[in-house]
T-cell receptor, first 116, second 113 residues
């Protein structure tokens, strides 16, 4: 069974600085999808970025980028030029691409605090 | 506007009193899913559905039922709620292909006394 591990329960960063959130996963599949979701205090789940495992190029969305290391099964999120609005819980998630099971497995989350 | 709606948003109930949390999406998505979120545990999948009349268990299905009679609706049923089902519940939907992002509803906070 696939598992997702976020080893940092909490992180903090100064406004305008850069922070990296860690995520590792365990799977025997070769093709899958990885996501980072943001959950602000409103509890809404917001997609930050996604990565397709067969693509070697790391995904980027404005100030958000990932470091995808397939062999190491690592999928870290880098937030550049951190803003106060980035403060939230961040969840890493894994989704299988193979038919028959469409589970989405989440990590336990990392709480990010942004200090002014 | 593309959206997933859930009702109710907040619910306080007592042990054993059957309840249903509704979920509806307007994007014609085949895939729908229910998750529960508990402190320190992240989100865990309860049930999912890949199309009308096709449902399957997630990681924590005990105590829950679902049905998918229409494509847009995917209600979550608690036949006999217990206090350990106190949680924040999310419904989500997406296209069937795995790469597609899931759209989440606003969440339903349930307290079972």
């Amino acid at each position: 069974a696939q598992t997702v591990t976020q080893s940092q329960p909490e992180m903090s960063v100064q406004e305008a600085e850069t922070v990296t959130l860690s995520c590792t996963y365990d799977t025997s599949e070769s093709d899958y999808y990885l996501f980072w979701y943001k959950q602000p205090p409103s509890r809404q789940m917001i997609l930050v970025i996604r990565q397709e495992a067969y693509k070697q190029q790391n995904a980027t969305e404005n100030r958000f980028s990932v470091n995808f290391q397939k062999a190491a099964k690592s999928f870290s999120l880098k937030i550049s030029d951190s803003q106060l609005g980035d403060a939230a819980m961040y969840f890493c998630a894994y989704r299988t691409r193979q038919g028959g099971s469409e589970k989405l497995v989440f990590g336990k989350g990392t709480k990010l605090t942004v200090n002014p | 506007e593309a959206q997933v709606t859930q009702n109710p948003r907040y619910l306080i109930t007592v042990t054993g009193k059957k309840l249903t949390v509704t979920c509806s999406q307007n994007m014609n998505h085949e895939y729908m899913s229910w998750y529960r979120q508990d402190p320190g545990l992240g989100l865990r999948q309860i049930y999912y559905s890949m199309n009308v009349e096709v449902t399957d268990k997630g990681d924590v299905p005990e105590g829950y039922k679902v049905s998918r009679k229409e494509k847009r609706n995917f209600p979550l049923i608690l036949e006999s709620p217990s206090p350990n089902q106190t949680s924040l519940y999310f419904c989500a939907s997406s296209e069937m292909t795995g790469k597609e992002t899931q759209y989440f509803g606003p969440g339903t906070r349930l307290l079972v006394l």
